[in-house]
Nanobody
């Protein structure tokens, strides 16, 4: 049974920081590309950041220079360090695990709320 459990969401003031964590179980974590997505009310879910098994990273233009994704394969955990937060970063943040082999394996967490407001 695959589980992705996010934590770290909270209410934070503009300019503040948060670190999200996603603990995975039931998969060979080191083989998966791990991603963080977000969905704001009335908007489509969008990719925020992703890190491959080889630790290559990519970011949405809107978060470049402010957010950092990292992974700890020993702990089966992926992190999203979010700095200089803006009100437009408010959303539910979802963890994703994906592996493309002869078929695609794609798993999602339940989401964690991030609210940036004064």
């Amino acid at each position: 049974q695959v589980q992705l459990v996010e934590s770290g969401g909270n209410l934070v003031q503009p300019g503040g920081s948060l670190r999200l964590s996603c603990a995975a179980s039931g998969i060979i974590f080191s083989r998966y590309t791990m991603g963080w997505y977000r969905q704001a009310p009335g908007k489509q879910r969008e990719l925020v950041a992703a890190i491959t098994s080889g630790r290559s990273t990519n970011y949405a233009d809107s978060v470049k220079g402010r957010f950092t994704i990292s992974r700890d394969n020993a702990k089966n955990t992926v992190y999203l360090q979010m700095n200089s937060l803006k009100p437009e970063d408010t959303a539910v943040y979802y963890c994703n695990a994906q592996l493309k082999a002869f078929m695609t394996y794609d798993y999602w967490g339940q989401g964690t709320q991030v609210t940036v407001s004064s």
